[in-house]
């Protein structure tokens, strides 16, 4: 008997997920305490802007992130399961937090960042902005989470 060869994508997500985590952990702790390097090459080997490889890190996290969690819900085609809904709503929840706690530290570092853009991808939203709709984003999928969780536990059975 031939045992399958395990598919190298789910290493492949873990290290998309934990390395691309670490960059943007990086990156975020930089633009709370040197918020002025933030356009500087990360190296002179790539010359890509920190604030665009933190960007990019943290994309390549939460994108790593959904999947791995969605992988091993049943599927059906066209439609969201409970299993995939619920590894959306897991995720939306972590990395709106994660922005929302980078805004914090950077609006205690450096507030007056607060009322500028966020990203120099976009001249909105605001850095104060940003944390206010992170952190209500988290709130409403975490409240979505928790009444998706409810719906599909088992009845409790009646006392009497």
Request: aromatic share 6%; proline share 9%; net charge positive.
């Amino acid at each position: 008997m031939r045992s399958a060869t395990p598919s190298p994508s789910r290493p492949l997500l873990e290290v998309g997920w934990l390395h691309g985590l670490l960059g943007w952990l990086y990156v975020a702790a930089v633009a709370a305490v040197r918020p002025d390097t933030m356009s500087l090459p990360i190296t002179a080997v790539v010359p890509l802007r920190r604030d665009t490889f933190g960007a990019c890190c943290f994309v390549v996290s939460a994108l790593a992130a959904l999947v791995l969690q969605a992988r091993g819900q049943a599927h059906r085609p066209g439609r969201l399961t409970p299993g995939t809904t619920a590894a959306v709503l897991r995720t939306i929840v972590c990395y709106a937090l994660l922005v929302w706690v980078y805004v914090c530290v950077n609006s205690l570092t450096h507030p007056g960042t607060i009322g500028r853009r966020l990203t120099h991808f976009s001249p909105t939203p605001a850095e104060g902005t940003t944390a206010v709709l992170c952190f209500a984003v988290s709130a409403v999928a975490l409240l979505l989470l928790r009444l998706l969780r409810a719906r599909q536990a088992p009845p409790e059975p009646a006392h009497g």
